[in-house]
């Protein structure tokens, strides 16, 4: 159905984009996705009642997936079905009080991980590897503003810290799962 729409839509802009109509309609086939299933994501995260923890697990997790990648699903659908998931099952990991120390050793851990694995390509987006120098840098200047961004959160609100670490510790998991499929 989001291939139909963004096949639709990209037919309506042919005369702009001459020559470009396969680019053209899986950009927009991603962008839809994205944007749908962002915002099906922020519903759960208002059927939770925890709005602000859950676009702070998104975000964490859509920058660090953007720019350090990590592990793509087969489809869109199973795309969605496993964040859904992950995010139902973090927001209710966040009405659990976890003592300090344990969410900064997880950060450090996470931090560990994505640091280590900068830039994870899914083998479709092998005419990216001429690249990989530069997302390797990209990703690991990325995830010390991150570390930076924690100790702020620690230091000033440490009530966003559990959504924090979940949004990290997603992330390196994701990093690691994908080193894991494609290599």
């Known amino acids: 159905m989001i291939n139909r729409m963004a096949a639709y839509i990209a037919k309506r ?32 995260g208002l ?15 859509y920058m660090n997936q953007t720019f350090g990648g990590g592990y793509h699903a087969s489809s869109h659908l199973h795309c969605f079905i ?17 003592n300090l120390y344990f969410l900064i050793s997880v950060d450090l851990v996470s931090f560990i991980v994505l640091l280590l694995n900068p830039c994870i390509l899914h083998p479709k987006k092998a005419y990216l590897y001429q690249a990989r120098k530069h997302f390797i840098t990209r990703s690991r200047c990325i995830s010390c503003l991150e ?37």
């Open 82 to 98: 496993l964040m859904a998931i992950a995010l139902m099952a973090g927001l209710l990991s966040c009405r659990i009080e976890y």
């Open 47 to 61: 059927i939770f009642d925890e709005l602000g923890f859950c676009i702070m697990i998104i975000a964490i997790y």
């Open 13 to 44: 802009l042919l005369p702009y984009c001459k020559g470009q109509e396969n680019l053209l309609i899986y950009g927009l086939d991603v962008l839809i996705y994205t944007v749908l299933s962002t915002l099906c994501l922020i519903l759960i």
């Open 147 to 183: 570390i930076v961004f924690a100790i702020l959160l620690l230091v000033f609100r440490r009530e966003l810290l559990c959504p924090y670490t979940i949004g990290i510790l997603f992330s390196a998991i994701s990093r690691l799962a994908g080193k894991r499929a494609y290599q």
